[in-house]
Nanobody, 121 residues
């Protein structure tokens, strides 16, 4: 059973940094594409970054050069960190972890509950 649990959100001043983490249980990285998405109030959910097990990454233009997604294994658990630097007020949103399983046809998508990021002075 896939379970995605986000953590690390909070209030940060413009120019600050945050490191989000997604604890991904029941996920085999080699069979999934992992990603982070965000949804601001009144807006649609949008891509932030994705990563494959081979390390191929994609980033939204709005976060290129400021965000880094990676795959990690901490204390025996698969995690997906998202390092965010030089944060801007427009980065304020709920951030969601996503796993797309490549083991099913069609691919199945899983979501976490989200973590709030607020960038404000």
């Amino acid at each position: 059973q896939v379970q995605l649990v986000e953590s690390g959100g909070g209030l940060v001043q413009p120019g600050g940094s945050l490191r989000l983490s997604c604890a991904a249980s029941g996920v085999i990285f080699s069979r999934n594409v992992m990603g982070w998405y965000r949804q601001a109030p009144g807006k649609q959910r949008e891509l932030v970054a994705t990563i494959t097990s081979g390390g191929t990454t994609t980033y939204a233009d709005s976060v290129k050069g400021r965000c880094t997604i990676s795959l990690s294994r901490d204390n025996g658990k698969n995690t997906v960190p998202l390092q965010m630097n030089n944060l801007k007020p427009e980065d304020t949103a709920v951030y969601y972890c996503n796993a797309i399983s490549l083991s099913t046809i069609p691919p199945r998508s899983y979501w976490g509950q989200g973590t709030q990021v607020t960038v404000s002075s």
